[in-house]
C-alpha cells in the first residue's frame, strides 16, 4: 500500500480505509445529490439558454454557442481551475460568500455541485437547442392567435412537443455530473464523508491499492448509469405510443 | 365592421406593399407561390411586423408604425387556419378545441359551447383522438372549431385546402362554405387554386409580385382580369400581344386575326386574352380560318391546340377545350369567339 504520504488528507484517508473492508455509502449519497441539483439547476438553466439564444441574431448566437458549449471541450480540469478563480477563497465570488454569508464554496459537498453544473451544462444547452430549432412555430403562433399566452405555450404546447430532446439533454447531464471527475477533484477535493463522490473515490481507492473496493463502487456506478438510460428509454417508448401515428 | 390594411414589408429582395379595404364577406388572395400572400395575413394576424403602415380591424387599431401601435396576436382577436392546421400533437381534439376557450371562464359555458362546436362540425367521437389519429379532412374540422370557439373578429384562412387530397377537396369546400355561412364572419382566404376562389369569395385580390393588381368582385374580376398577370392568375390559357385599331376592334398580329369586342377599347390596349372553353365553330363573330395541332385528351373534355391560318410560326399554338359531348367528329376548319368574350389586358 502506498502508505508513505503525510498530510491530513492521507491520515484521514487512512483511517477511512482501515475502518473495515465493508462499505461506506457516503459517496453514492453524495454523488446522488449532487447530480440531482445540478441537474435540476442544468435543467431549467439550459432550457431557457436555448430558448432565447435560438432567436438571437446570427452573429451574437455564433458567439453566445461557443462560449456555452466551451465546457464540453474544456479539460475539467481546466473548468475546476477557472472555478477555482472564482469561487476560491481569495477570489472574487468566493471572498464575496464569505465575508458576507461566512459561506465557503471550495472543498464542501455542494461544490461539487457547481463543478458538476458547469460541466453537464452544455449536453442540456445543445440538446434542447436542437430541439427547439426542429420545433414547428407554426403550433406557437396558432396559441398565440387562440390568445393563449406565452407562458401557456412555452410549457404546455413546446415543452411537450421537444420533450424528447429535451428529456435525452437532462438524462446525459445526470449522467455527466454523476460521471464528473476532473473539476470535482479540484473545487471539491477529496474528504471522506464529506466531499468523496463515486468517482472521486474509485480513483482514491485504486491508487491506495483497494482495488476490490474500487471495483465495486465501478460495479455501482454501471448499475445506477445503465438503470436511469433504461428508465428513461421506457418512459420514451410509453409517451410516444399514446401520440402515435395509426 | 371593416377591415382596413396598408403595409409594407420588406424582405431581402422581396417588397410586400399591399393597401385594401375589406367589409364583411370573404375576400379572396389569388396568386402565385412567393407573391406575399401568406405574408400579409400573418403581418393581419400579428406573427410578423410589417416595416411600415397601419392595420385597422373594426375601429380597433391592430398596428401603427406613426403611433407605435402593435398589439400582440392574443390581443387581435384575428383566427388562423395554418396550412397544416397547427393543431398541438399532445392534446386530445377535446383539448385541442379547448384551448380556443382558454378565455372563456365559465366553466358551464365552456362545455355547452365545446359540445356545440364538436356537433356542429361533426367532431362527435373523436373527442379523445390524438391529430395523429386524424384524416386530412378530420384535422381541418378539428382546427377549425379550434379557432371558432376563441371567438375571432376576423378569420384568416390560408390555404386551407392545400394539405387535403383533390378528392376530399370538394367536399371540405363546401364544408367550410357552409360552416363561414352560419358563423358569418369576416374571412380572408388565401388560395392559388382560381376554382377555390371562385367558389368561396364575393370578393378577390390578385397579387403579383408583393402587391395587388386588382381587388373587386369575383365575378367581375374573372370578366374582366384587367392585365396580363390578371388574365393568368384567373386561368385564361390563350394571351397575346394586341393593339387597338378601332373603337371596339384590336389587332392580333402574333396570329394575323382582328377581334371586335364588346367593350369600347381603351388606349394603352397592351394584349387580349381568350379563354380555353370560349372558342365556338357556330359564333357567327371573330370567325377565322385554323388549322389542327395537337389533341389532348382529358377525363370529361377536349384539349384542341391550333393555329391560324397566318398565325406566326414562332408563336405558341391556341388552347381551345370542349366537353366531350359536344365535341364533333371532324375539327372544324373555322372557330369563332363571341366578342363579349375576348379579354382586353392594359398592362
Known amino acids: ?246 | 365592421m371593416s377591415l382596413s390594411v396598408n403595409i409594407v414589408k420588406t424582405l431581402g429582395t422581396f417588397t410586400l406593399a399591399v393597401s385594401f379595404e375589406s367589409n364583411d364577406g370573404i375576400l379572396g388572395f389569388l396568386g402565385a407561390s412567393g407573391t406575399g400572400k401568406s405574408m400579409t395575413l400573418r403581418c393581419i394576424a400579428g406573427i410578423e411586423k410589417p416595416d411600415s403602415g397601419r392595420i385597422i380591424l373594426d375601429g380597433v387599431t391592430l398596428f401603427d408604425s406613426e403611433k407605435h401601435i402593435n398589439l400582440p396576436p392574443q390581443e387581435r382577436h384575428v383566427g388562423y387556419l395554418f396550412q397544416n392546421f397547427a393543431l398541438f400533437p399532445n392534446m386530445t381534439v377535446r383539448q385541442n378545441i379547448l384551448s380556443g376557450l382558454y378565455r372563456q371562464k365559465d366553466a358551464v359555458q365552456k362545455k355547452k359551447i365545446l359540445e356545440d362546436m364538436i356537433g356542429m362540425l361533426s367532431l362527435q367521437g373523436l373527442e379523445n383522438y390524438y391529430p395523429s389519429q386524424l384524416s386530412g379532412g378530420q384535422q381541418q374540422r378539428a382546427a377549425v372549431a379550434r379557432i371558432l370557439v376563441s371567438r375571432p373578429n376576423l378569420l384568416l384562412l390560408d390555404e386551407p385546402f392545400s394539405a387535403l387530397d383533390s378528392f376530399l377537396r370538394e367536399q371540405m369546400q363546401a364544408q367550410l362554405a357552409d360552416v363561414l355561412r352560419v358563423f358569418d364572419k369576416k374571412v380572408i382566404l388565401v388560395t392559388h387554386s382560381r376554382d377555390e376562389a371562385y367558389q368561396l369569395c364575393s370578393n378577390l385580390a390578385l397579387l403579383d409580385n408583393g402587391h395587388i393588381l386588382r381587388i373587386g368582385g369575383t365575378k367581375e374580376l374573372f370578366a374582366d382580369p384587367g392585365s396580363r398577370q390578371g388574365a393568368v392568375l384567373t386561368g385564361c390559357k390563350n394571351i397575346a400581344d394586341a393593339r387597338k385599331t378601332g373603337e371596339n376592334e384590336v389587332e392580333v398580329p402574333a396570329w394575323g386575326v382582328r377581334f371586335t369586342t364588346v367593350q369600347p377599347v381603351r388606349d394603352g390596349l397592351k394584349a387580349i386574352g381568350i379563354r380555353a372553353h370560349y372558342f365556338n365553330p357556330k359564333s357567327g363573330a371573330n370567325h377565322y380560318p385554323i388549322s389542327l395541332v395537337e389533341e389532348i385528351e382529358e377525363p370529361f373534355a377536349w384539349v384542341i391546340t391550333f393555329a391560324y391560318t397566318g398565325q406566326n410560326p414562332d408563336s405558341p399554338p391556341v388552347w381551345w377545350r370542349i366537353p366531350k359531348d359536344r365535341r364533333t367528329e371532324v375539327i372544324p376548319g373555322e372557330l369563332g369567339v363571341a366578342p363579349q368574350n375576348i379579354l382586353l389586358l392594359y398592362e
Open chain 1, 1 to 246: 500500500m502506498k502508505r508513505g504520504r503525510t498530510g491530513f488528507t492521507s491520515v484521514l484517508l487512512c483511517s477511512y480505509i482501515e475502518r473495515g473492508t465493508q462499505m461506506d455509502w457516503y459517496p453514492l449519497y453524495n454523488s446522488l445529490r449532487i447530480a440531482a441539483v445540478s441537474c435540476i439547476i442544468v435543467f431549467f438553466s439550459g432550457i431557457f439558454a436555448a430558448y432565447y439564444v435560438v432567436r438571437l441574431p446570427r452573429l451574437i448566437k455564433g458567439m453566445l454557442d461557443v462560449l456555452l458549449t466551451l465546457p464540453l471541450v474544456l479539460p475539467p480540469t481546466v473548468v475546476g481551475y477557472f472555478l477555482i478563480l472564482l469561487l476560491g477563497p481569495g477570489h472574487p465570488i468566493g471572498a464575496w460568500f464569505m465575508s458576507v454569508f461566512s459561506i465557503k464554496l471550495v472543498m464542501t459537498w455542494y461544490s461539487g455541485i457547481f463543478a458538476a453544473s458547469v460541466v453537464s451544462f452544455p449536453l442540456m444547452y445543445r440538446t434542447a437547442r436542437g430541439a427547439f430549432e426542429s420545433f414547428d412555430e407554426t403550433l406557437a403562433y396558432s396559441g398565440q392567435t387562440l390568445g393563449l399566452p406565452n407562458t401557456y405555450i412555452f410549457w404546455r404546447i413546446r415543452m411537450p412537443a421537444c420533450r424528447q430532446g429535451i428529456l435525452a439533454g437532462a438524462v446525459l447531464s445526470f449522467a455527466r455530473a454523476l460521471g464528473e471527475y476532473g473539476a470535482t477533484s479540484m473545487i471539491a477535493g477529496y474528504i471522506p464523508g464529506r466531499t468523496a463522490t463515486i468517482s472521486t473515490t474509485v480513483y482514491q481507492l485504486w491508487r491506495t491499492d483497494n482495488d476490490n473496493l474500487a471495483f465495486k463502487w465501478v460495479m455501482v456506478n454501471l448499475a445506477i448509469s445503465a438503470t436511469v438510460l433504461l428508465a428513461v428509454n421506457m418512459l420514451e417508448k410509453k409517451k410516444t405510443e399514446r401520440w402515435a401515428v395509426k
